[in-house]
Nanobody, 128 residues
Framework: QLQLVESGGGLVQPGGSMRLSCAASGFRTDTYAIGWFRQAPGKEREGVSSISNSGTNTNYAESVKGRFTISRDSAKNAVYLQMNSLKPEDTAVYYC?????????????????????WGQGTQVTVSL
């Protein structure tokens, strides 16, 4: 059974850093594109970053470009989101999700409707 589990959330001060992890089981992350999404109270879920199953392509929302970095470790079957220079507006529940794409695909997407499997989310709070 395909399962995704996020970890690494918590409370951090503005300007701080945090790394989120997405551990996958029941499938290989190098056969799926993986995306990170977030949802703040009263707002719609938005795409933050994604990485292709080949690992060659990544993309980012404009609001996080230059601050966040997505990466994957195929040996650990995990995907990470390194978040630097955090701002209060980054506060949200962060989710990782999987999108089945063709073998060695370079496809990425920040469209949540493409993703079929989701983790339970981890809370990130940026505050003094």
């Amino acid at each position: 059974q395909l399962q995704l589990v996020e970890s690494g959330g918590g409370l951090v001060q503005p300007g701080g850093s945090m790394r989120l992890s997405c551990a996958a089981s029941g499938f290989r992350t190098d056969t799926y594109a993986i995306g990170w999404f977030r949802q703040a109270p009263g707002k719609e879920r938005e795409g933050v970053s994604s990485i292709s199953n080949s690992g060659t392509n990544t993309n980012y929302a404009e609001s996080v470009k230059g601050r966040f970095t997505i990466s994957r470790d195929s040996a650990k079957n995990a995907v990470y989101l390194q978040m630097n220079s955090l701002k209060p507006e980054d506060t949200a529940v962060y989710y990782c999700a999987a999108w089945r794409t063709n073998y060695r695909s370079s496809l990425t997407s920040l469209d949540p409707t493409k993703y079929t499997s989701w983790g339970q989310g981890t809370q990130v709070t940026v505050s003094l």
